[in-house]
């Protein structure tokens, strides 16, 4: 049974889409978040990769860590004594954010060994409130596949994020990741679940006539998944300099500071600062 005393906000970026923009949300909300301000205190934000792929990483500007050892996969071992192993970024520009990174086989052999682990879905859950972390805020980059680590996330967070790309699949992707939440939140006895915050429509060309088309249908899609909570954000427009950024490790507002797409987390980074508390 799941018991989580920590009320910190904990967000899991979740979605069984690949590239939807899982990463992208994860480091951009990270920004939008260290950049403002919990009472006098610049608000500090901990970001934790809980994907094999790690690109996270590559997001933030950072090296792979050197050693397993070093990796988040510390965190999901029963030796893990509270030593988070967390590396900072964006320091250069006076943001607290610091990450827990992934690397791909230590990573794999742990949800391996989740499995067979009688705490395995809740081992980031009992390790963050044994070993609380100070940050004001906790974000969770999760991978694609609706696995082990995606467990791990769901009962460690309070809140949810679902980034979805505007395409016909999108729909019936976005209804098995509902039912994943449903069963899984169930079976996990997790008290209360994880609030979904919405769905964030990702990667939007305004040309595209499709892209409108399931815009359209969204809010109806999200009233068929029995979201009553779960609200449509503004959709985040496509631009290839979100790959430029990612790949000079920088969120777009570091990269292109006055790029119109900064514009478009402005509903998601005020939701969320109003939720952390933050200024
Ligand atoms: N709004 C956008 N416009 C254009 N490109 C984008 C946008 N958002 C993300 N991308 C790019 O699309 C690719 C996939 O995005 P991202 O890595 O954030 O998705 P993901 O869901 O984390 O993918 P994965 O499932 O592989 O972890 C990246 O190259 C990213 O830079
Ligand atoms: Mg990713």
Redesign the pocket.
């Known amino acids: 049974m799941s018991n989580k005393k920590h009320k910190k906000v904990v967000l899991a970026i979740l ?1 069984n ?9 994860a480091t951009h909300l990270a920004y939008e978040l260290a950049r403002c301000k919990v009472g006098h205190h610049p608000c500090s934000v901990g970001l934790l990769d809980l ?1 094999p ?1 790690g ?1 996270l990483s590559l ?1 933030c500007g950072l090296e792979k860590p050197s050693t397993a050892e070093k990796s988040i996969s510390s965190v999901l071992s029963d030796d893990f004594s509270g030593d988070w192993p967390l590396v900072p970024c964006w320091t250069e520009f006076g943001l607290k954010v610091e990450v827990g990174q992934s690397l791909q086989q230590p990573l794999l052999k742990t949800a391996d060994d989740l499995v067979n682990h009688p705490r395995g879905p809740y081992l980031l859950a009992d390790n963050l409130q044994d070993y609380p972390l100070t940050h004001d805020v906790i974000i969770i ?1 999760c ?2 596949t609706l696995g082990r680590l995606n467990l791990a996330a769901l009962a460690a967070s309070t809140h949810i994020l679902i ?1 979805i790309q505007l395409e016909p699949k999108s729909a019936s992707g976005a209804a098995e990741l509902l039912q994943f939440y449903f069963i899984e939140c169930r079976r996990l006895r997790l008290e209360p679940y994880p609030q979904i915050m919405g769905i964030v429509p ?3 060309r305004s040309d595209q006539a499709i892209h409108n088309e399931i815009l359209e249908q969204l809010p109806t899609i999200i009233r068929q998944l029995q979201l009553p909570d779960a609200y449509c954000y503004p959709t ?5 300099e ?2 430029n ?2 790949g000079a490790g920088l969120p777009l507002h570091l990269y292109r500071k006055k790029h119109p ?1 900064c514009k478009d987390f402005a509903k998601l980074a005020s939701d969320l600062t109003a939720l952390v508390g933050a200024k």
């Open positions: 979605s889409a690949g590239g939807s923009g899982k990463t992208t949300l994907d792929q690109s997001f980059d991978p694609a980034p990702n990667q939007y985040i427009r496509f631009s290839y979100f790959s950024a990612s797409a």
